[in-house]
């Protein structure tokens, strides 16, 4: 059974910043493209970052810069470091592993959320 695990989401000033994380079981992490999402109220669910099985980054515009996604493939986790936060950060991330070719498969973790607020 897959499992994706987040946790460090919490309460953080704006300018602050947090380092969500992300255990994975259940799969041959190493293999898989894994990517931090975020929902915010009211709105789509749309891709913060991602990095490839080989550690080859793909970056959202609005935040390059501020966050960095990381994988420790022997801890079979991902990492998600945010500074600079700002209020419209506010959302709840989730945490995906997806295989980067046929069969495609693709996993979800429950969420985290990360509220930023003075």
């Known amino acids: 059974q897959v499992q994706l695990v987040e946790s460090g989401g919490g309460l953080v000033q704006p300018g602050g910043s947090l380092r969500l994380s992300c255990a994975a079981s259940g799969l041959i992490f190493n293999i898989y493209n894994m990517g931090w999402y975020r929902q915010a109220p009211g709105k789509q669910r749309e891709l913060v970052e991602s990095i490839t099985s080989r550690g080859k980054i793909n970056y959202t515009d609005s935040m390059k810069g501020r966050f960095n996604i990381s994988r420790d493939n022997a801890k079979n986790t991902v990492y998600l470091q945010m500074n600079s936060l700002k209020t419209e950060d506010t959302a709840v991330y989730y945490c995906?592993?997806?295989?980067?070719?046929?069969?495609?498969?693709?996993?979800w973790g429950q969420g985290t959320q990360v509220t930023v607020s003075s």
């Open positions: 995906n592993a997806r295989t980067p070719n046929p069969p495609l498969l693709e996993y």
